[in-house]
């Protein structure tokens, strides 16, 4: 790969998805997860809001490793009539969620951030991509999170794991639903001249 003797790249998350999307685009890196607290600023959500949570991510693991690497911070979330929808903390909660986008457009936001510790540089972006859920019966989400227990995901679901019937819709980068717009990581690696 074009990156195998240029800077380190870190991916400060243990995300198994974010790895497996690096992983696809054929980029060799490390994973030093953040210790950084995914807190959201108070106030009415904006895509900013994202991409400093995953700065955050990112500077904290740059503070701990050598001047030859890059970081690479991300952080999604899903949002419904300007309400951000985090992880589920209970059952009852990932059922109210997955209640709430029956039938609607929602739409996913990833925040990410590179940070070149060679240089001192900071880049930033997001991406959206909207998705529409059929009507949903009490059933379907009872056995979804019966079945994969989605306490580690933004609001209750996982898209690659969804069963058929759930999704109506996907306008935009999947990728980007799954945890990591990959044409995004891409293009700030290229900025750095790493990909």
């Known amino acids: 790969m074009k990156n195998d003797k240029k800077k380190k790249l870190i991916l400060a998350s243990q995300s198994p998805r974010r790895r497996e999307i690096l992983s696809k685009m054929g980029l060799k890196f490390e994973i030093i997860p953040s210790t ?45 009539n300007k309400k951000v929808l985090g992880k ?24 990410i951030c590179l940070i070149d510790n060679s240089t001192n ?27 994969y227990k989605p306490y580690d995901k933004a609001g209750s679901y996982g898209i690659q794991e969804l069963p058929e019937g759930f999704v109506k819709n996907i306008e935009g980068e999947l990728d980007n639903v799954i945890g ?10 290229k900025l750095t001249e790493n990909y």
């Open 36 to 80: 950084s607290e995914e807190k959201m600023p108070e106030g009415e959500f904006t895509p900013e809001m994202i991409e400093e949570i995953a700065y955050k991510k990112a500077e904290e693991v740059a503070k701990r490793v050598d001047k030859n690497a890059q970081i690479l911070g991300a952080d999604t979330v899903v949002i419904h």
């Open 88 to 111: 589920p903390h209970t059952k009852q909660e990932a059922y109210e969620m997955l209640e709430e986008l029956s039938g609607i457009t929602h739409y996913v936001v990833t925040g």
């Open 121 to 147: 540089k900071i880049y930033k972006t997001h991406t959206i991509t909207y998705v529409t859920f059929n009507n949903l019966t009490q059933g379907m989400i009872a056995n979804y999170i019966e079945g």
């Open 180 to 189: 990591l717009p990959s044409k995004a990581v891409k293009s700030l690696l």
